[in-house]
């Protein structure tokens, strides 16, 4: 009886302990699958059982239908993610309540194409739409249209086109395939679009308009440019990827302003593909479409954006190029407390692991460093390196997971306060001016790699999509 | 009346430590010993209120064995109170250890200097809450109530 307050007490101190303690089973396990990096759709999907077995307990993640609310299951998500270090984001929209994406392809077919598709050739272009269509979902969508002076749809199924292993002798006849009218092309299907719709031109960007007798190569590439500019000014929220392949060529070549004459080799071709931004987000990352934006025949790559992107990005504790030491405050913003620098050296090193991909640059763009912007007190520099899997260890895993590149930057830490921007600047890409002539009067030189008046007509469409500046801003505050 | 507002203080020191050993901003498990990755990876894996949570059973339950189990006037002098001290300070960090170990190797992770160095702590923090059990729980011992020091 004596020992009747201790007892009571002690039970006390464990109903305590038992409140303070850990999580609901739901948290656990978004937790789990965000630690171990199972985000899949089979994870995504025992989430969603585990909110129906409970229905009194996770009302509020249902509809009044007692359907899982994936969007209030995605910021439920989120919440989760937002309290891990770092932080992670998973991105649940293709698992849940989205629906699939449709294919609208654009086949052009004015004479300058038909060299593409020769039966003695390697078949890149035809097995580059076949390869589009087939990396849509089985079930998803798909429509053909024949484009040069307008848009025709094509009369046959699906399964006839992929088939079909002479497409510009089976479409014959359609329409007038003397010249290509951007204006129209690229109206129509900015018009013709709808949400969730990914229209796809394929097309060697040769802008021929009808009747430029005596009109100068100059005045043409300023109407291309403007026409570019004009068609994408006029609808907002858009996302267009430039994507350059190449192919066989053979047969003639109808030269602006030249004799035609005949030409076996590689010529590029381009496939341009517009989409809502939304739709050109879930296209990046809904594994699903893997194959669309990312196909290995694909050689350059520029992905169009109307606004600056937030790029997430995770300071990376263990790095070998790390130095000095410092510690990721949690919270808003990336803030490194307690730097200190290299004993020996002085130097301050991190890295950061960024996911570059959404914004779908070319590598080669990505990884060079004149192309950013890099301020601060002290000075510091920037590398940066693409992830590859051997960077990969179980201790950084969950750092570099869904992380394309590693971002490092070096300085003297002398101020007791830094604040170091990283900026990549928004300019058209170096393979655009590398990829375009202004002259395609013979097959010499760079004939092989090159496009008459690519750098005006992908120019205008710049000019009408650029948002910002810069792709995106990355503030990294340092303290003492 | 005194002792039982030693009691309600030490559990209250004993939750404000499981407290502190949840949350996110001020780590109790984080003053002592910092290693960026492997602390991130204590609190990802919930880790930090079950080392808490063994510390805290360790502790007061060597207390509560010293002086309702033992309990006895053989044993009452202060040299084996810290006898019992040594063996919770020390059994404490070998099962936190050992639990570490576990849901890393669990994850596919491997901290073992760092684990060792982390667990250093739990010498420290199970020796501080033995006392505080101690100074909660002698007052109802029939033979040790005087350990370590009579009052």
Redesign the interface.
């Known amino acids: 009886m004596?020992?009747l307050?201790?007892l009571v007490?002690?039970c006390?101190?464990l109903a305590?302990?038992a409140a303070?303690?850990?999580?609901g089973k739901l948290d656990?396990a978004v937790?789990s699958v965000l630690?171990?990096g199972d985000t899949t759709r089979a994870a995504y999907d025992s989430l969603c059982s585990l909110v129906t077995e409970n229905p009194g307990k996770y009302s509020d993640l249902l509809t009044p239908e007692g359907k899982v609310d994936h969007k209030k299951m995605a910021d439920f998500i989120d919440k989760i993610g937002s309290?891990?270090?770092?932080p992670m984001h998973w991105d649940t929209r293709p698992y849940g309540g989205v629906d699939d994406l449709s294919l609208t392809v654009y086949f052009e077919r004015s004479g300058s194409m038909v060299p593409y598709d020769q039966r003695g050739g390697g078949g890149q272009l035809k097995k580059a739409v076949n390869d589009l269509i087939n990396h849509f979902p089985a079930g998803s969508k798909v429509d053909i249209n024949i484009v040069n002076d307008g848009i025709y749809p094509y009369q046959h199924t699906v399964d006839e086109f992929l088939k079909d292993r002479d497409i510009y002798q089976s479409t014959a006849g359609i329409g007038d395939a003397s010249y290509t009218d951007f204006q129209l092309i690229f109206n129509k299907i900015l018009e013709a679009q709808r949400p969730g719709n990914v229209s796809v031109l394929v097309s060697d960007l040769i802008y021929s308009p009808k009747d430029t007798r005596g009109v100068s190569l100059d005045k043409i590439f300023n109407e291309e440019n403007s026409l570019a500019t004009r068609a994408f000014a006029k609808y907002k929220g858009k996302s267009v990827v430039v994507q350059q392949l190449m192919g066989d060529f053979s047969g003639k070549y109808y030269p602006y302003n030249g004799v035609p004459f005949e030409y076996s080799g590689k010529r590029p071709f381009y496939l341009v593909i517009i989409a809502d931004n939304d739709a050109m987000d879930q296209l990046a990352q809904d594994k699903r479409y893997s194959g669309v934006l990312d196909a290995p025949a694909v050689s350059n790559s520029y992905r169009f954006n109307q606004s600056t992107s937030e790029v997430e990005c995770r300071v990376l504790?263990?790095w070998k190029d790390n130095a000095g030491r410092?510690?990721?405050k949690?919270?808003d913003g990336i803030v490194l407390a307690k730097c200190d620098g290299d004993r020996q050296t002085g130097k301050l090193c991190f890295s950061l692991a960024a996911n570059l991909g959404s914004l779908m640059k070319d590598d080669a763009m990505l990884t060079d460093v004149s192309n950013y912007e890099v301020k601060s007190i002290d000075g510091y520099t920037l590398t940066v390196q693409p992830i590859d899997q051997s960077m990969v260890t179980?201790?950084?895993?969950?750092y570099l997971e869904g992380m394309t590149h590693v971002l490092t930057l070096v300085g003297d830490l002398k101020s007791p306060r830094d604040e170091v921007h990283i900026a990549l600047r928004n300019e058209l890409p170096a393979w655009v001016r590398q990829s375009s002539s202004t002259s395609d009067t013979s097959a010499g030189g760079s004939f092989s790699t090159t496009t008459l008046g690519l750098e005006q007509l992908l120019g205008g469409m710049f000019d009408a999509m650029k948002g910002g500046s810069n792709y995106f801003d990355i503030i990294i505050n340092l303290q003492r | 009346m005194k002792h039982l507002v030693y009691l309600i203080i030490g559990i209250a020191v004993t939750v404000l430590f499981f407290i502190l050993s949840c949350t996110d901003g001020f780590n109790i498990w984080e003053l002592l010993y910092f290693n960026q990755g492997y602390n991130d990876k204590m609190y990802n894996l919930d880790m930090y209120p079950v080392i808490a949570a063994i510390t805290i059973l360790v502790a007061w339950g060597g207390a509560a064995i010293y002086y309702y189990a033992i309990n006895s006037v053989k044993f009452d002098r202060w040299y084996h109170w810290l006898a019992v001290l040594g063996v919770v300070a020390v059994l404490a960090p070998v099962v936190c250890y050992i639990y570490n170990d576990t849901v890393f190797a669990n994850n596919g992770l491997m901290y073992i200097g760092e684990s060792i160095q982390f667990e250093m702590q739990t010498v420290l923090f199970a020796a501080l809450l033995f006392i505080v059990a101690s100074y909660s729980m002698r007052w109802w011992s029939s033979n040790c109530r005087h350990t370590p020091l009579p009052q």
């Open positions: 004596r020992r307050p201790l007490m002690m006390v101190l305590g302990l303070c303690g850990g999580h656990k937790r630690v171990s309290q891990l270090r770092p504790p263990e410092f510690r990721v949690h919270g179980a201790n950084n895993k969950e």
